[in-house]
């Protein structure tokens, strides 16, 4: 069946880091690919998308790509900043039922 | 308008009772998801509802979960008999078919069965 995985957190970076979290899926097709981000005591908010091969999305200096030959879409920030802290999820969709990650939890440090 | 309200924010139920969760959409979004959130963990699918149809009641985990959507916007999702292993928190979702599988969340329902 279809399913993602998601980099294990906590992920602990210093102010001004790069950041990546690693996102892998399987699918019996082509689907769209999400990452939610839920800051504390929030809901989930969209953070960025992608509906095709080589796509890139882009939110708040956050970036992702579609990587068809690896079913991977990474996100990547150049400089991360304390307000990132959060718990990030990765979530494809085929149907429109997304299906989530576990989540990675991201410390940013002052 | 504003975005998707659910009701109430917390809920506490003995083991047995029934308990029923409402969510409000976005005004004009077609498409109402549920997904149900463990604690530390990422959501899982409930039930999809396109205007009042519910199209895929795959993720309910057992008959004592029902959902309906009558006419087409307001959705409850309704527990009956609750059990300890129900506590969670409750995410609904609404879509424009416009925006493709773009999803907006309710805050959620976290429901604890004592």
């Known amino acids: 069946g279809n399913s993602v995985t998601q980099m294990e957190g906590p992920v602990t970076l210093s102010e001004e880091a790069f950041l990546t979290i690693n996102c892998t899926y399987t699918a019996t097709g082509y689907p769209s690919l999400f990452w939610y981000v839920q800051y504390p005591g929030e809901g989930l908010q969209l953070l960025l998308k992608?509906?095709?091969?080589?796509d890139k999305g882009s939110n708040k200096g956050f970036e992702a790509t579609y990587r068809k030959e690896t079913t991977s879409f990474h996100l990547e920030k150049g400089s991360v900043q304390v307000s990132d802290s959060a718990v990030y999820f990765c979530a494809p969709t085929l149907t429109g039922k997304l299906i989530f990650g576990q989540g990675t939890t991201l410390q940013v440090k002052p | 308008g504003a975005g998707v309200s659910q009701s109430p924010r917390y809920k506490v139920a003995k083991r047995g009772q029934d308990v029923a969760l409402r969510c409000d959409p976005i005004?004009?979004?077609?498409?109402l998801f549920w997904y149900q959130q463990a604690l530390g963990q990422g959501p899982e699918f409930l039930t999809y509802?396109?205007?009042?149809?519910?199209?895929?009641k795959s993720g309910l985990p057992s008959d004592r979960f029902f959902a309906e959507r009558p006419e087409g916007s307001v959705s409850t999702l309704k527990i009956q008999r609750t059990q300890q292993e129900d506590s969670a928190v409750y995410l609904c979702a609404s879509s424009s078919q416009r925006r493709g599988y773009e999803q907006y969340f309710g805050p959620g329902t976290r429901l604890t069965v004592t």
């Open positions: 992608a509906t095709k091969a080589d």
């Open positions: 509802f396109q205007n009042e149809a519910q199209l895929d």
């Open positions: 005004s004009g979004h077609v498409s």
